[in-house]
């Protein structure tokens, strides 16, 4: 009795403290043991089960096996698991600017969660009501000036009154004498004069115009009210033109706040993935490219955020050498894609490759910290393509992933690959 006792503690001891070591022989058992040892193995199961299963959620893999339905004791987690699963959902649709996602359980994170979503939805909002004003407000400029309210000398709108058939300058106020001097401005201000007035009928109403200068590289914007007049009992047509290079700078301003990623500086996913939706649409021939970057997060983990947004910033001056006209969006924190016409397959695998290698680069230098590394997948996209953006999407990504997949089996198999470790040894 006292040595079966013994024997099943044993066992009991090993399969919470020493599972390798565990192991049981039922037979071995008195026959009064027997029953009591079979049930001990399935607890066994149930705890391996359960290890092994709280293993993979304390990694964040939620993609893993879930355990049998007998083992009650997983029942918790198993819970657990549904609930970040739907939370992962829930997180990316927010990523694709769907703000009406709203957590109703986890307590203090439910709140803010919650909170960070109202956020982000009244963010958008504003700027998008802020971008209508501000383009309202140019087109009032443009179109609501009024002929005889701004024509006087000290108005700062360039008013110019020009003789129909002659082109001669008959009138011009302060802001225009100023440039009438001027080399790089009057030249092209009277070749475009010359020809709007080709386009005014004598009896017209006044119409408006634009008009483009550029002065050392810089480029006012203006928008100019044309009206037919007698001037001096000359055929003429006058000329109220405003500066609105402030307006359509500030509209800019808004436009990428509201498109562009912050860190970065590119276009973010809501703007990548409509670009991508009207590419598709329009049936063009182009390159789709998934980036991931390497073990971001265990540099944010080890080396906090300032680095990791660093590491960030590195990998996308690389990806912008991929070409002059590559349009590249930052989908998440670490994940990129680029969209490129003009580009096959193989050529842009090459080109990635290439990439990748100049990145590697980096971790000789002396004063690296850690590995720096990228990884991809790319999809040639075709006029007769028949898949949806997010088919083509999930497509590169799996490759990227394959790709990864095949990088670590290499590191694992080769001598003097790239390091298994995300750091690099300091030098």
């Given at each position: ?5 013994e ?44 290890r ?5 959620l304390?990694k ?32 990316q ?9 709203h ?21 958008h ?11 309202q ?18 108005s ?9 058939d ?144 660093k ?13 002059p006209?590559?349009m ?69 990504d ?25 750091v690099?040894?300091?030098?």
């Amino acid at each position: 009795m006292e040595s079966a006792a013994e024997y099943l503690f044993e066992y009991l001891r090993d399969v919470l403290y020493d599972p390798a070591r565990a192991n049981m022989d039922v037979q071995r058992l008195p026959e009064e043991f027997k029953e009591l040892g079979q049930g001990l193995e399935f607890l066994a199961e149930c705890v391996t089960e359960t290890r092994t299963f709280a293993k993979f959620l304390a990694k964040g893999e939620l993609n893993c096996p879930l355990p049998s339905h007998e083992n009650e004791m997983a029942a918790p987690l198993k819970a657990l698991h549904a609930t970040l699963k739907h939370l992962t959902w829930q997180t990316q649709q927010v990523a694709k600017g769907d703000y009406r996602q709203h957590v109703d359980y986890l307590g203090e994170f439910a709140t803010a969660f919650n909170t960070m979503t109202k956020q982000l939805e009244q963010r958008h909002v504003a700027l998008a009501r802020e971008i209508e004003v501000s383009r309202q407000k140019t087109r009032a400029l443009e179109q609501s000036n009024d002929l005889f309210e701004t024509v006087t000398r000290d108005s700062e709108q360039w008013i110019a009154v020009v003789e129909r058939d002659t082109g001669e300058w008959l009138f011009s106020n302060y802001p225009v004498t100023q440039i009438l001097a001027s080399d790089s401005f009057l030249p092209r201000l009277k070749r475009w004069m010359s020809g709007e007035i080709a386009e005014t009928d004598s009896g017209a109403e006044s119409r408006t115009s634009e008009i483009e200068l550029s002065d050392n590289g810089i480029a006012q914007f203006f928008t100019a009210i044309l009206r037919p007049i007698i001037w001096r009992e000359k055929p003429s047509v006058v000329f109220v033109l405003t500066d609105v290079s402030a307006e359509r700078a500030h509209i800019r301003e808004l436009e990428n706040k509201a498109y562009r990623d912050t860190l970065t500086r590119q276009y973010n996913r809501h703007f990548g993935m409509r670009l991508l939706d009207e590419w598709v649409a329009e049936k063009r021939s182009f390159m789709l490219c998934f980036v991931d970057i390497d073990n971001l997060k265990y540099v944010n983990d080890k080396f906090g955020h300032n680095e990791g947004d660093k590491y960030i910033l590195a990998v996308t001056a690389v990806l912008r050498g991929f070409s002059p006209d590559v349009m590249i969006c930052r989908l998440g924190g670490d994940e990129f894609m680029l969209l490129a016409e003009g580009w096959d397959e193989e050529r842009a695998e090459a080109r990635l490759a290439a990439l990748r290698g100049r990145l590697l680069k980096r971790n000789d230098e002396p004063e690296t910290q850690y590995f720096h590394s990228m990884s991809y997948g790319a999809i040639s996209v075709t006029p007769d393509n028949t898949l949806t953006p997010s088919e083509l999407l999930a497509i590169a990504d799996e490759r990227m992933y394959n790709y990864k997949k095949a990088r670590k089996l290499e590191r694992a198999s080769s001598a003097g690959a790239e390091p298994v470790a995300p750091v690099a040894t300091p030098k």
